[in-house]
């Protein structure tokens, strides 16, 4: 089996690409493939003709998309549709992975796979187009929305926050923002899961249970030993950095996941152990 995985030098996808042997996978940069670019997708993939397409490559900065859409639109809808057509051509399956952005977050409920979605900023905009010219165009696709990704190296605030609290940085962290985090560990485990499944349709897959950043924050605290006078927990339309709209609460209700694989573990797991395996020897 060939597998191809775009965005594969990002969070989710270094720590799947890791999940298969050398010779089965390969793995995907922008330098390798500007997935905005039909020839330069068209030609690497007729060449490794994969069977499974994990295609992870995305603008993912949520703020940096309000201020530049059309370079979000660009790669996310674009690009995607580059990479929806050739994988119809060569009839691969793809795995598209999307966002609990894709939902306005006026439920107060965790969503499922049926609520419709209604982003309310640019880069869920985009990733929902993403999803819709992936649906149109294959026949064998999944979609699979996450949320609040967390790693090794990962260049988002949930990753960094360990790093900069063990730095003694005081942050400020929402309390009204409420979603599912999703450590990338378990997020690769899950994707192959679906892969070897060939499951089609939508998906969602996040650590089990939900939380504010501030409950977030609280645990990392808690787990590496530090005060939470560190936090200061604030609204976020306090919040200073923010740009884009966010949903207020997007958790993802992942029974449909559960009842076809497995229950994921709780996000207090999953953390206590990227923690543990990360920053146990800088505390
Ligand atoms: N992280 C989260 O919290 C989260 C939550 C929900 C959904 N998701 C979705 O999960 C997927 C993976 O996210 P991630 O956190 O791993 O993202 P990431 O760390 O930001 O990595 C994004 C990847 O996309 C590549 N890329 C960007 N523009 C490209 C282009 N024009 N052509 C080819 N590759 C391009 C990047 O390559 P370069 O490094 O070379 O630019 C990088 O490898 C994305 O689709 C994202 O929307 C993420």
């Known amino acids: 089996m060939k597998i191809v995985i775009t965005g594969g030098t990002g969070l989710v996808g270094r720590y799947l690409s890791i999940c298969f042997k050398s010779d089965e996978v390969v793995v995907l940069s922008r330098k390798d493939c500007d997935i905005t670019v039909f020839e330069s997708v068209r030609k690497l993939f007729y060449r490794i003709m994969p069977d499974v397409v994990v295609h992870l490559a995305a603008f993912t900065d949520v703020d940096l998309s309000e201020k530049d859409p059309v370079s979000a639109f660009k790669v996310n809808v674009s690009g995607t549709n580059n990479v929806a057509l050739v994988c ?4 691969a399956y793809i795995v598209y992975v999307s966002t609990d952005f894709v939902f306005d977050g006026k439920k107060k409920m965790p969503y499922s796979e049926k609520d419709i979605p209604e982003p309310i900023s640019i880069y869920g905009k985009t990733k929902f187009e993403g999803e819709r010219v992936i649906a149109n165009n294959c026949k064998k696709y ?3 929305r996450t949320s609040r990704v967390f790693g090794r190296d990962g260049n988002n605030f949930a990753s960094n926050l360990p790093k900069r609290l063990l730095q003694r940085e005081r942050m400020y962290v929402t309390t009204d923002l409420i979603t599912s985090p ?3 560990k378990d997020l690769a485990e899950g994707l192959l899961r679906i892969m070897e499944a060939r499951f089609c349709g939508i998906l969602h897959f996040s650590n089990s249970g939900h939380c504010s950043w501030y409950d977030f924050a609280s645990c990392v605290c808690r ?3 530090l005060k939470k006078d560190l936090l200061v927990p604030l609204s976020i339309k306090d919040f200073p950095q923010s740009i884009a709209e966010r949903p207020p609460f997007s958790a993802l209700d992942t029974s449909f996941f559960t009842e ?3 229950r994921p573990r709780s996000w207090q797991q999953a953390l206590e152990e990227y923690l543990e395996e990360e920053f146990s020897q800088k505390i």
């Open 88 to 91: 119809k051509k060569i009839d």
């Open 142 to 144: 999944c979609i699979v």
């Open 182 to 184: 999703t450590y990338a």
């Open 223 to 225: 787990y590496l030993g």
């Open 260 to 262: 076809n694989f497995y």
